[in-house]
Each structure stands twice: as C-alpha cells, then as structure tokens.
Nanobody, 124 residues
Framework: QAQLVESGGGLAQPGGSLRLSCATSEFTLGYYAIGWFRQAPGKEREGVSCISSTGSSTVYADSVKGRFTISRDNANDTVYLQMNSLKPEDTGVYYC?????????????????WGQGTHVTVSS
C-alpha cells in the first residue's frame, strides 16, 4: 500500500524540464530522509537523488548530476525533484520513498515507505 504520492510526471522533449513532487498525508514528511528512484522498462530500480530530513545533505546519481536538483519544503511537507536538460534515457517510472535514516548511497533497499510512481517520458 503506497504511503507517498508522486506528481508532476508527463511527456517532455529532450532538453526540456519537469518538476516532480512527493507528498503524503500519512505522516510528517519533514522527519524523514527522502529518495527519488526511477525504473526504466526492463531495468532495475535505481537511485536518482536522496535528501536528508533537514535538507542539509543531498546525493545524486552521476547520470543526473548538474541536471537534476532535489529540494524540500518542510513547511509544506513536500519534496521536489527539478529535472532539467532531460534526455531520452531519463524515461521511466519515478518513485519517491521515505525512511528515518539518510541513505548516502541512495539505495532502494534503504527505504521503507514508497509511492506508486509517476511516469516520465522524454521523447521528441
């Protein structure tokens, strides 16, 4: 049962931008580290970016460094993933996940609460 809700996915052209949001009504997101993950068809789920509960620590996959930015607004209990300079290889289902502990390797197995995902397609 999904506890988090992702939004903001859709179709973007190569070089375009999308902003994903992650929220929940089931607990206070501000107490949790949050990770964004993605899964392309036929591939394993991979870490994209993770952020600590305070926002003081962030981790990015090499493939998205300089293009994606993770941030959080704890006053509004929302975490964002700003995706710029999108590439076709960014296509996939994007999930957010929460855990009490920050994952510095941004590994899916480090997270206990998940959303159902939002689809991102980058295509011309």
């Amino acid at each position: 049962q999904a506890q988090l809700v992702e939004s903001g996915g859709g179709l973007a052209q190569p070089g375009g931008s999308l902003r994903l949001s992650c929220a929940t009504s089931e607990f206070t997101l501000g107490y949790y580290a949050i990770g964004w993950f993605r899964q392309a068809p036929g591939k394993e789920r991979e870490g994209v970016s993770c952020i600590s509960s305070t926002g003081s620590s962030t981790v990015y996959a090499d493939s998205v460094k300089g293009r994606f930015t993770i941030s959080r607004d704890n006053a509004n209990d929302t975490v964002y993933l700003q995706m710029n300079s999108l590439k076709p290889e960014d296509t996939g289902v994007y999930y957010c996940a929460a855990d009490l502990w920050m994952s510095y390797k941004c590994t899916p197995t480090d997270f206990s609460s998940w959303g159902q995902g939002t689809h991102v397609t980058v295509s011309s």
